[in-house]
Structures are given as structure tokens and as C-alpha cells.
């Protein structure tokens, strides 16, 4: 048996689902979160039944692809029940998309869920409505795992007799006559074909094209412009009428307001956190705040992953760690070299995927809690004008912010834009924000060659990079990722307080797919770093003699331009495992911080900067937009897009100041 | 007017949705149809978007998305200061409600003098004077 979950979104599909399947899946409180299809198996008195829950929409329209995607489900799945989860504290508007459902299936269960909220606004005549519709409907309370049973129940044992949305006289006659012409085509459901082919659906449209259903097309245009005519406005405003004067007639049956106009909680938040003077500065304590949250207390967890992966130096020695004694074992029954590459190699890329895991988890409790809360939908609310202005709704703001802390996570938020153009070029500005690592490779230069204000330096840094990201993102949207502008159209909804089980499976989702999937592809680099950098095998690791540094030799003549060491040129080789190591890296091969002075004029640690701030995101921020976009050749472009700007901003400024003979 | 000359607190009955495609049809399914009555609720602190409440749910639009829908503004009965002359344009509720106050006078169209400002409120009707609450002065629209 196949059940199809539809609705809103918002309304609580997620959690049924998960109620009914105990399949994990993410519940948010964000329209639209749930573009895929989600499968889940439950038994029902012995039978098998496969549930699916279907994208939120708000109609089935072929204007967004969550509403084709549900309704051609329904047309070709044909799904033995169709369930529709309604916010029962949101009737009216829920009922509309019910009345489209109506035309598509005759077997719907109704679930008036979150009936806690809905008893304070309104007494729902629950008998009524199911007389009414011809439908079995039910009340439930999805996170209290309330009605679940029932519905089980009537998934199995409901009865239907659906009642039809009728549409005036005039306009019905030509319904029927189109169901009448279309016959021939063998197309089912064929009133629901006929009002589609009537409202001038573009899917449809297609299809019956396709079908040699041309006369047909050409008499209902002509039908339309009848009734266009009768009426005085166009197909689509005056079928969407039609029907929610249906649902707005349903909703007065059978629900008696209470409490009209009162001031609600979600009314007095929003007058603090959207206010004029307050609500920016809120954001971005609130931003601030989590921000904090996130790194201060993943740091001990990093440390220790760290520790007990790489060990320590410490003044007296050092202390081994995983790495080093697995590698001491293996030496007794394998070459030094196998030993190494899966020890120095792989191994030391799995801490490397592990040291990620604490900011994802952590990063994604508090996203989620935001998100589930209904205070993401107030920053789109709040940031719009500004992020509209780079081709990104509002909410593309948080990312941006997250990846001063670490681009990984970041790109994966960018799970929150739901047009894919927005997503792209939200990923592809993403790197250029210097995450923690770079901004701490940054203050560990500029103290070392500007010593009377690093700050100042570290600041300049920061602010060419979001000059640059706001730049090219406005340049991006007007060209290469032009969206076709969806509309903007943004539900507020009311705040609730998240639940544990819905920010916890949420978190345990995105963790577990990055190490799933962009782990997989992080070790994979670490063991090719390791191939060139201890290789041929016998030099020192990463020195001079390694096809790092062999390489790093050659291409100096070209690092000349931009004022690069080949030594930084070997720094930064090695930054693109990890930002950080690049400290490490300079520190070993120049032996100390004073050898480092004198190796770089303060012109060409400025220029380095300049190269490294800008330069191929780190593997794991690879891995993750390779793993988010599923495209080859758009990760390529980032990395392309980071040298083009670190050789652009670096050889401009290394040139112009030798030019200007510039020294400080 | 359009929907996004309306300001803060003002309520606005749709009259159109112009255009076509995907925002047309967006609004519409949201119930932004000929006849709804939208509140503005409030304006983003940097200009834009705009928070609009209808049918008892809330939606952001940017003005340029508010500006493709045409408004009448309406004022709801509650609102109405002592003494004012004014004429229903929108009965807020089903069939039985609108019976309700259609039989003291209260009808699309019918002219009403406020006796007495909200709430309670006093208006006197071409059937004589009547007493109203919150619940229902509130979904009466004027103008
Ligand atoms: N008060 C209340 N909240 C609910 C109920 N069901 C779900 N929620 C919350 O509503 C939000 C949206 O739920 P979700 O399942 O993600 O909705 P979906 O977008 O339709 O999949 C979450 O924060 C849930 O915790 C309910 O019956 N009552
Ligand atoms: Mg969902």
C-alpha cells in the first residue's frame, strides 16, 4: 500500500512522517525545507505500507518544481491514499490546496494538525467538516504524537465520498466539454485534466501537444477567452477564486473564531526582534552569540580529536599520538613507506574529517534551533534589502557570517536558500570570506611584520573581502548566475518552541552526510597530499627534495611576480589541506619566526596575504560544495575563481607598490 | 491605490492581481484574490520587505512584488471614531454571520453612523441602534 503525505508547508508533514515511519528525517520550521522526496516503510494491521512525504506547497501549480514534483506523483504513483496534513490553526489558506487535492484523488485523509494552536483561535466543527467533504477527517497534534492512531486507522479503514469543487454554471459546461474532447487521449485524472487545460497549465499544455491534442488546445483558448469575457479577469485569478470561495466557504461552516484581533506572543516578539532601531543590532548579537556558542565550546573537542590523533610537543618531548603509534605497529610487518602513507596519509586525514564534526554538530544544533524556532524567516525579513542587492533573499546572510568561522558548514547551510541559483552563487562567494583558519594564519603574519598595529592589517584583510564578495555577487547575479527572479513570497510564521527530537535528528542528519560523503572524499586528498609531499621516498616530509618542493622550485619564477617565497609558495601547497598548518609549515622550513622576518620584506608578507586570502578553498570546503552541488565542474570554477582573484589582488598590489617604490 | 502605498496598521481589500506567471499565481494561492482583506502589519527596518497579515496567516513581500496588487483601503468598524459617517464595503465571516448582520442594518453597502467608539460600540443603522462587540466590529470593513 502507498501513502502520499501532502500540504502546506509548515504544517507539521515532517513530523507525522516521522510518527508514522520512526524514519529519521529532518523536521524544520522553515517553508519549504523539504524539497526531495522522502520514503519511509510502516505496518498498518499487518499491512505494509510505504509512506512518502511529499514536498510543502502551497497549490499544485507548475510554477515551482516542489509542485510538479507533487503532482505528477500523485498522477503517476497514483498513491492509495492520499493524506493531506492541514494547519489546523491556518484552515483556510490549507483548505485551498485541499480543493486542488480534491481534483486529483478521491481517497485523502485529512489531518487537522497542530489542533493545540488552533483551539485558541478558532472552534472547529470537526463531525462537520468530515460530513461535509465526504471525507474521513481527523485532529492530531503531531509532536505530542497525538492522532497518529487514528489516522492509521483511517488510512486502512477510511471511507471516501469525496465531494467535488464545483465552479460556477458557465464555467462547468465548458469543463465538461473538455472532458468530453480530451476522451480520445486516454488521460486520467480527466477532470482534473480539463480545468488544467482550461486554466492554460504550461505542463499540461505540453503534454497534450504531445498526445496530438492540438484541436483540443485551440478550442480551449477559445473557451477560456468566454469565460475571460464573462467574467472580466483572467484564467488564473478567476479558477483560483472559484476554488478558494470553496475553501473560504468550508472554513465559516465549520470554524467559529474566538479571540478576533487579539495580540498574540509571536506578534510581541516580532515588535522587539523586527524593530526599526533594535531589530538589526538583535541579529546580530543573536549571530554573535552562537557564533561564540559554536566555536567556544567545539574548540575543547577539536583540541582533543586533535590530541589524540597527532599528539603533542611539549617543551620536554613529544608525545605520540594515534598516528604515531599506528604507524610504530605497522612498521613491524610492513615497509616504512606503507606504514606512512596510511598513517601519516589517511589516518591523519580521517582526525582531519573528525576534527569537523564537533562545529558541524554544534553549528547545526543552533541553525536548526533558529530555524525550527521561526527566527531564520524574521532575518530574511530583516536582511532582504541588502542580500537582494548581491541576487540572495535574506536569509543567504547566514552562511556568509558562517564562514568567518569555518566554510564547511557554511556551504552546507546554504541548504537554506531554496532557489538553486541563489544556492550556487551563495557557495561560490562562500570561500572568499576568510574562515578562522586563514584569519589566524592572517594576525600570526601581520604581528610578525607589522608589529606596531596588526590589527589594523588583519581588519584591511576582512574588509577587501567583503567588499569583493559583495561586488562579485552583484556582478554574479546579474550575469552568470542570473536567476530567473522566483518570487520572493515569504511566510511568517508563528514562533514555537523547537522540540529536542526535531533539532537532533536534524543535526544528526548533516553530520552523519559530511562524514559520509565529503569525509570520503578529505581522506582521499590526504593520501594524495601525502604522495607528493613524502615522495621521492627517503626526503625529508615536504622539504625542498619532495615533489612538493620540487614543484614549488619550479613555478617560483612565477611566484616572483607576486613577491612569493618558494617557501610560501610550499606553505600554501600545503594550506590547501588546511588553512591553519600554514603557521607550521613556514615555521619549519624557515626554522624561526625572526628567519621569517628577514626572509619576506613587510610588502611581500602583505602580497602573501593578499594570495592566501583568496586562493583554492581548503579540501574539505571542496569536498563539501562538491558533495552539496554534485557538479565537477562547478567546484572547479571556485577554485579557478580563488586564483583568479588571489593573483588579481596580489600582483596588483605587489607591482603598484614596487612601481610607486613603495617600503614600509 | 497599491498594495504597497498602504502603510503600517492600514487595511486594503484586493481589487486586482496584476501580471501573469509564477508571482500571479503565487499570490493567488496564497489567498491574495479580489475581495481579501490585507493588513500591513510592518516594514522591515531597512525599507524593505513588508510583513502583510491575510486570512490569519503572515507573508513577507518586497514592494515591488506588493505593487503588482491593486487595493481599496478599507478601515475595520472598530476603528471608527464617534460620530462618523461611514459605508460597509466587507463582511468578514460565513454565510450566518453575514445573515446576523444583515439583520440589524449591517450590509455591504447599507451607510452607518457611529454612536458610540469601540468597545462595545453603538451604530446606528437604517433598523435602529445597535450595540456590537470586538468579535464582530472587527470584521466589519468601512470606509
Ligand atoms: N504546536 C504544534 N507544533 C507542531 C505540531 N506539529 C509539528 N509542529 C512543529 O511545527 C514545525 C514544522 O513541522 P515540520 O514537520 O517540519 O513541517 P513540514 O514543513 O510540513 O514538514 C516544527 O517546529 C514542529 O515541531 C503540532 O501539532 N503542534
Ligand atoms: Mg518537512
Not at chain 1, 552569540?289 to 599528539?311: M, R, S, Y
Request: aromatic letters at 12%; one cysteine or more.
Amino acid at each position: 500500500m502507498l501513502v502520499a503525505l501532502a500540504g502546506n508547508p509548515n504544517t507539521g508533514k515532517s513530523t507525522i512522517f516521522n510518527a508514522l515511519t520512526g524514519m529519521k528525517q529532518h523536521v524544520g520550521n522553515w517553508p519549504g525545507v523539504t524539497v526531495e522526496k522522502k520514503e519511509g516503510e510502516t505496518e498498518i494491521e499487518g499491512t505494509r505500507v510505504k509512506v512518502v512525504d511529499l514536498p510543502g506547497t502551497y497549490s499544485l501549480t507548475a510554477y515551482t518544481m516542489e509542485e510538479i514534483i507533487t503532482r505528477n506523483f500523485i498522477i503517476e504513483e497514483k498513491p492509495d491514499v492520499i493524506v493531506d496534513i492541514i494547519d489546523a490553526s491556518n484552515l483556510e489558506r490549507n483548505l485551498y490546496l485541499l480543493t486542488e487535492l480534491l481534483e486529483l484523488h478521491s481517497k485523502i485523509v485529512v489531518v487537522l494538525n497542530m489542533f493545540d494552536e488552533a483551539q485558541k483561535k478558532y472552534s472547529i466543527d470537526v463531525e462537520k467538516m468530515s460530513r461535509i467533504l465526504g471525507l474521513p477527517v481527523i485532529t492530531a497534534v503531531g509532536i505530542r504524537g497525538k492522532g497518529i492512531d487514528k489516522l492509521k486507522d483511517k488510512i486502512i479503514h477510511g471511507k471516501f465520498n469525496p465531494k467535488k469543487v464545483e465552479y460556477p454554471e458557465d464555467v462547468e459546461r465548458r469543463i465538461e466539454e473538455i472532458v468530453e474532447l480530451i476522451k480520445p487521449l486516454n488521460i486520467e485524472p480527466a477532470r482534473w485534466y480539463a480545468i488544467k487545460i482550461l486554466e492554460n497549465d504550461a505542463e499540461v499544455h505540453k503534454k497534450v501537444a504531445e498526445l496530438g491534442g492540438k484541436d483540443i488546445l485551440h478550442r480551449a483558448e477559445h473557451l477560456r477567452h468566454e469565460i475571460e469575457d464573462i467574467y472580466g479577469d483572467d484564467i488564473e485569478s478567476l479558477m483560483t477564486s472559484f476554488r478558494y470561495s470553496f475553501a473560504h466557504g468550508l472554513f465559516h461552516e465549520v470554524a467559529e473564531p474566538i479571540n478576533v484581533g487579539g495580540v498574540t506572543i509571536t506578534d510581541m516578539i516580532d515588535h522587539v526582534v523586527t524593530h526599526k532601531i533594535f531589530g538589526l543590532p538583535i541579529f546580530l548579537a543573536i549571530m554573535y552569540l552562537a557564533f561564540q556558542f559554536v566555536f567556544l565550546v567545539a574548540a575543547p573537542f577539536q583540541d582533543a580529536i586533535d590530541l589524540i590523533f597527532n599528539g603533542k610537543s611539549t617543551a620536554t618531548g613529544h608525545i605520540p599520538g594515534l598516528v604515531d603509534l599506528s604507524y610504530n605497529w605497522m612498521l613491524q610487518f610492513m615497509p616504512a613507506w606503507l606504514s606512512s602513507f596510511i598513517n601519516h596519509g589517511m589516518l591523519r586525514g580521517l582526525g582531519a574529517v573528525l576534527t569537523f564534526t564537533p562545529v558541524i554538530m554544534l553549528l547545526f544544533l543552533i541553525l536548526s534551533f533558529l530555524e525550527d524556532s521561526g527566527y531564520l524567516a524574521r532575518v530574511a525579513f530583516l536582511m532582504d534589502s541588502i542580500m537582494k542587492k548581491m541576487g540572495l533573499e535574506g536569509r543567504g546572510i547566514i552562511p556568509l557570517m558562517l564562514g568567518f568561522g569555518c566554510n564547511v558548514p557554511a556551504v552546507m547551510a546554504t541548504r537554506t536558500l531554496k532557489d538553486e541559483k541563489e544556492r550556487r552563487l551563495s557557495i561560490a562567494l562562500n570561500p572568499l570570506i576568510p574562515c578562522g583558519a586563514r584569519i589566524q594564519v592572517f594576525a600570526f603574519i601581520s604581528s610578525i611584520f607589522f608589529p606596531s598595529n596588526p590589527a589594523l592589517v588583519l581588519w584591511s584583510l576582512l574588509i577587501l573581502s567583503m567588499v569583493v564578495v559583495f561586488v562579485l555577487g552583484y556582478i554574479y547575479s546579474k550575469t552568470i548566475f542570473r536567476s530567473k527572479s522566483e518570487p520572493f513570497v515569504l511566510e511568517l510564521p508563528p514562533y514555537r518552541m523547537p522540540t529536542l527530537k526535531g533539532i537532533s535528528i536534524h543535526m544528526w542528519e548533516k553530520s552523519e552526510g559530511f562524514l559520509r560523503k565529503a569525509g570520503t572524499i578529505i581522506v582521499g586528498a590526504a593520501a594524495i597530499i601525502w604522495i607528493f609531499a613524502a615522495l621521492p621516498w627517503g626526503v625529508g616530509y615536504g622539504s625542498p627534495d619532495s615533489y612538493i618542493g620540487m614543484f614549488a622550485r619550479w613555478i617560483a619564477p612565477i611566484g616572483t611576480a607576486f613577491g612569493l617565497t618558494p617557501e610560501a609558495i610550499i606553505s600554501l601547497i600545503f594550506g590547501f589541506f588546511a588553512k591553519e598548518v600554514v603557521i607550521d609549515v613556514l615555521y619549519v622550513l624557515y626554522g624561526s619566526k625572526e628567519a621569517i622576518y628577514y626572509a619576506m620584506s613587510p610588502i611581500q608578507a602583505y602580497s602573501f596575504m593578499l594570495f592566501m586570502l583568496f586562493y583554492t578553498p581548503c579540501v574539505a570546503t571542496l569536498a563539501t560544495i562538491y558533495n552539496e552541488t554534485k557538479s565537477k565542474k562547478f567546484t572547479f570554477f571556485v577554485i579557478l575563481e580563488g586564483f583568479a582573484l588571489a593573483a588579481l589582488f596580489s600582483f596588483a598590489f605587489y607591482t603598484l607598490t614596487s612601481i610607486l617604490g613603495v617600503s614600509v | 491605490m497599491l498594495l504597497s502605498e498602504l502603510k503600517p496598521g492600514e487595511y486594503g481589500i484586493v481589487k486586482k492581481i496584476k501580471g501573469t506567471g509564477a508571482l500571479h499565481r503565487r499570490l493567488l494561492s496564497m489567498g491574495l484574490l479580489p475581495g481579501a482583506i490585507v493588513r500591513v502589519v510592518r516594514i522591515s527596518p531597512l525599507g524593505d520587505p513588508v510583513e502583510y497579515e491575510i486570512r490569519g496567516f503572515f507573508i513577507s513581500l518586497r514592494k515591488q512584488e506588493a505593487s503588482f496588487v491593486e487595493v481599496d483601503k478599507v478601515t475595520p468598524l472598530s476603528f471608527i471614531p464617534r460620530n462618523s459617517d461611514v459605508r460597509v464595503v466587507f463582511i468578514d465571516g460565513g454565510v450566518g454571520f453575514v445573515q446576523n448582520m444583515g439583520a440589524m442594518g449591517i450590509a455591504v453597502g447599507k451607510r452607518l453612523k457611529i454612536i458610540a467608539p469601540c468597545c462595545p460600540m453603538q451604530v446606528k443603522t437604517e433598523k435602529g441602534v445597535f450595540t456590537l462587540g470586538r468579535g464582530m466590529a472587527y470584521r466589519v470593513f468601512v470606509r
